[in-house]
């Protein structure tokens, strides 16, 4: 490998197979079902991080960081996706700053 002044380089890494089974099955998900996403009706679209149509399995395992806690952030988001009101509830409250120390 050759490296040179102002040369940009990335490292890519990639989510073990039983971490990814694992989340999978705890979410129900297929990891062999193919998808694509688009923009939700009167959202800007930016396009894609990753190539589309993908199956659940490239996407887990190559584009989201199983191995981590979610930020605060995103459980206030992900919290308007919960069906159940405790759920909904737990995840504001880990997402807000009474709830740090739950986070």
Known sequence: LKYQPA???GVL???RSTIVESVANALG???DQVFSLQAADGHEWHG???PMPLSVRDCLTRYCDLTIAPR???LKLLSSYAT???DRKALLRMA???G???Y
Do not use: G, V, Y
């Open 84 to 86: 159940e009101e405790i």
């Open 48 to 50: 894609a991080p990753f």
């Open 29 to 31: 998900f297929d990891l």
């Open 13 to 15: 890494p990639m989510n």
């Open 72 to 74: 605060r952030s995103d």
């Open 7 to 9: 040369d940009n380089m």
């Open 100 to 102: 740090k120390p739950e």
């Open 96 to 98: 807000s700053k009474e």
